[in-house]
């Protein structure tokens, strides 16, 4: 065999070591992309529906106002699935539901949701969009996970994060 030849076969199994190396830190920078991406959408999601939810004001609809505005946000992310929503009446701007809402809960003042295709809250217990009211402040708290998009990566986050809106005055012309 020529010196050139084992050149050539030194090179290749070089290749094969480097290789899943190379892959692993790819397919990683990849999922943590995506990670943040999925992050950022969550948090655009709540800070809309909070919005959304403040416009809808004392509608009968109003959580299905805020469901939608998250869905559709969410919808744009990949790997996110929503574990929990809550929509709360907060007693300030930082304020987060209880820990009885958070785990899943209803009780007043706060509507739990599993998914974004529930039904409209019923009114028992939980807070009625007809009992909303201008200058209320209104939060939407959320339960997100990212699950990777590849098995190379270990990431798989779980977070939380909430916003809140003031009701707003409803315009009379």
């Excluded at 899943?20 to 990683?28: E, S």
């Excluded at 992050?39 to 959580?63: N, P, Q, T, W």
């Excluded at 009211?133 to 590849?150: F, H, K, N, R």
């Amino acid at each position: 065999m020529s010196d050139r030849g084992a050149e050539r076969g030194a090179s290749l199994v070089e290749f094969a070591l480097v290789m899943p190396l190379l892959a692993f830190i790819i397919f990683g920078i990849l999922d943590v992309g995506f990670g943040m991406q999925a992050r950022e959408s969550v948090s655009l999601s709540i800070s809309d529906a909070a919005r959304a939810g403040s416009l809808a004001r004392s509608e009968s609809d109003a959580d299905e106002v805020i469901l939608d505005a998250i869905a559709e946000r969410i919808d744009t992310a990949v790997g996110v699935r929503v574990n929990r929503i809550v929509i709360y009446s907060a007693d300030g701007i930082l304020s987060e539901p209880s820990d009885t809402c958070k785990s899943g809960t209803a009780e007043l003042g706060c509507n739990v949701y599993d998914s974004l295709t529930a039904p409209a809250a019923v009114c028992g217990g939980g807070w009625c969009p007809i009992d909303r009211e201008a200058d209320d402040l209104l939060g939407v708290w959320i339960s997100a996970e990212y699950t990777t998009i590849t098995d190379y990566s270990p990431f798989d986050l779980n977070w939380t994060d909430h916003a809140v809106a003031i009701v707003e005055p409803e315009i009379v012309e």
